[in-house]
Nanobody, 118 residues
């Protein structure tokens, strides 16, 4: 059974930084694409960033140049480094693992809250 456990969320002032971590278990980590999504109150869950098994990355326009996704296959862990945080980045951030080569039905972590104060 796949398990994804996030950590690293918290409260930070605008302009600050946070690093989220997600450790996976229950599957072969290095063959799956991983990603981060976020969901703000009253809004849909949106893609933040993804990274393939080969290290290719993709970002939402709203975070390009500020966020960096990376992975350490030896540690079964994916990271999201978030810099220059803005109040509009406030959301619950979810780690996700792609299934069957698609993001239609990913495995989800439990989520970690990120709050950016102005």
């Amino acid at each position: 059974q796949v398990q994804l456990v996030e950590s690293g969320g918290g409260l930070v002032q605008a302009g600050g930084s946070l690093r989220l971590s997600c450790t996976a278990s229950g599957s072969i980590f290095n063959i799956n694409a991983m990603g981060w999504y976020r969901q703000a109150p009253g809004k849909l869950r949106d893609l933040v960033a993804t990274i393939t098994s080969g290290g290719s990355t993709n970002y939402a326009d709203s975070v390009k140049g500020r966020f960096t996704i990376s992975r350490d296959n030896a540690k079964n862990t994916v990271y999201l480094q978030m810099n220059s945080l803005k109040p509009e980045d406030t959301a619950v951030y979810y780690c996700a693992r792609q299934t069957g080569g698609s993001w239609l039905r990913p495995y989800w972590g439990q989520g970690t809250q990120v709050t950016v104060s102005s």
